[in-house]
């Protein structure tokens, strides 16, 4: 076989592929694929496979003394009970803080700032937390000290120490992502409201929520699974035993404590379920909601 042949056959065979979309740059993502795989498509898979091979009885065993029994049922309860909130209130507080640090000259700096906790990390925050509001902490001290209260406030190792753990530490996350929507909406959409007569309000409502509303949709979501992974915190700072016992703790105990592999892997397929029940439902209602281009041209 001719020189000149192979080159016409390699030259096919380049063709071929690229019609199929496969060229030298997309081979380049190949790595990446394998690395996802290896670290998230099989581990969720062989979790998945685990969950189905009991200690003791059928293939939903598992399942079955998962939801027969409040001590587990209920941890779904009591994570919701903490990450819906914190997740709300961290879109509350980041969205004014958001639109008021684009106006500003030294965004950079207060931006920095604002998402210090982030390198913190959970443990560090937690510490923080005790020496601050712990019952001899500073915080107590001085309301003690005015006479405000008669007695210290329990601030940590309960429902209310959890909480604010997640705020602090959810909140450089959330703030991050609707800076980035709110500094890419276009001011000139704004300015153009005022000339027409449109107060403050009427912006707001009008041009900057339609235009925000998948943005925080989507930071909703991200916020609300981080939240939702509340093991640090449920444990240094809240009550794992009663009030913060978390769907993430029972899946601890499950696999350290009584070495119950099957059934921690059960308990986090459901913890995932969960999860994807909030995201899926959060992005239904903003389908239903938000019309735009793409919705509008189906319609």
Same mark, same amino acid.
């Given at each position: 076989?001719?020189?000149?042949?192979?080159?016409?056959?390699?030259?096919?065979?380049?063709?071929?592929?690229?019609?199929?979309?496969?060229?030298?740059?997309?081979?380049?993502?190949?790595?990446?694929?394998?690395?996802?795989?290896?670290?998230?498509?099989?581990?969720?898979?062989?979790?998945?496979?685990?969950?189905?091979?009991?200690?003791?009885?059928?293939?939903?065993?598992?399942?079955?003394?998962?939801?027969?029994?409040?001590?587990?049922?209920?941890?779904?309860?009591?994570?919701?009970?903490?990450?819906?909130?914190?997740?709300?209130?961290?879109?509350?507080?980041?969205?004014?803080?958001?639109?008021?640090?684009?106006?500003?000259?030294?965004?950079?700096?207060? !931006?920095? /700032? &604002? %998402? =210090?906790?982030?390198?913190? $990390?959970?443990?560090?925050?937690? #510490?923080?937390?005790?020496?601050? @509001? *712990?019952?001899?902490?500073?915080?107590?001290?001085?309301?003690?000290?005015?006479?405000?209260?008669?007695?210290?406030?329990?601030?940590?190792?309960?429902?209310?120490?959890?909480?604010?753990?997640?705020?602090?530490?959810?909140?450089?996350? !959330?703030? /991050? &992502? %609707? =800076?980035?929507?709110?500094? $890419?909406?276009?001011?000139?959409? #704004?300015?153009?409201?005022?000339? @027409? *007569?449109?107060?403050?309000?009427?912006?707001?409502?009008?041009?900057?929520?339609?235009?925000?509303?998948?943005?925080?949709?989507?930071?909703?979501?991200?916020?609300?699974?981080?939240?939702?992974?509340?093991?640090?915190?449920?444990?240094?700072?809240?009550?794992?035993?009663?009030?913060?016992?978390?769907?993430?703790?029972?899946?601890?105990?499950?696999?350290?404590?009584?070495?119950?592999?099957?059934?921690?892997?059960?308990?986090?397929?459901?913890?995932?379920?969960?999860?994807?029940?909030?995201?899926?439902?959060?992005?239904?209602?903003?389908?239903?909601?938000?019309?735009?281009?793409?919705?509008?041209?189906?319609?």
């Amino acid at each position: 076989m001719s020189g000149a042949t192979l080159n016409e056959e390699r030259v096919s065979l380049r063709t071929r592929l690229a019609e199929k979309g496969i060229d030298g740059t997309t081979l380049l993502i190949l790595p990446g694929i394998i690395f996802i795989f290896a670290l998230f498509v099989y581990p969720f898979c062989y979790g998945l496979w685990l969950s189905f091979q009991p200690k003791v009885g059928g293939a939903l065993a598992n399942y079955e003394k998962f939801f027969s029994q409040p001590f587990l049922y209920n941890t779904i309860w009591t994570t919701m009970r903490l990450a819906l909130p914190v997740t709300l209130i961290n879109l509350l507080i980041s969205l004014p803080i958001a639109f008021r640090v684009r106006l500003m000259r030294n965004q950079r700096l207060l !931006t920095t /700032l &604002l %998402i =210090l906790p982030i390198t913190l $990390g959970t443990v560090l925050v937690a #510490e923080g937390m005790i020496f601050y @509001l *712990g019952p001899q902490g500073w915080f107590n001290r001085i309301l003690l000290t005015f006479g405000l209260i008669s007695a210290p406030l329990k601030l940590v190792n309960n429902y209310w120490g959890v909480f604010i753990s997640l705020v602090i530490t959810g909140f450089p996350f !959330t703030f /991050l &992502l %609707i =800076l980035s929507y709110v500094t $890419g909406i276009d001011p000139s959409l #704004e300015q153009a409201a005022a000339t @027409l *007569g449109a107060n403050a309000r009427n912006r707001f409502r009008e041009v900057f929520f339609p235009l925000l509303l998948p943005g925080l949709a989507i930071t909703f979501c991200l916020a609300f699974v981080q939240a939702y992974s509340v093991l640090p915190s449920a444990v240094l700072v809240g009550d794992p035993a009663n009030a913060t016992r978390v769907i993430s703790i029972a899946a601890y105990q499950a696999a350290t404590e009584e070495y119950d592999y099957p059934m921690a892997s059960a308990i986090a397929m459901i913890m995932g379920v969960t999860q994807l029940g909030v995201v899926a439902l959060v992005l239904a209602l903003r389908s239903l909601v938000y019309r735009g281009p793409v919705a509008a041209a189906k319609g």
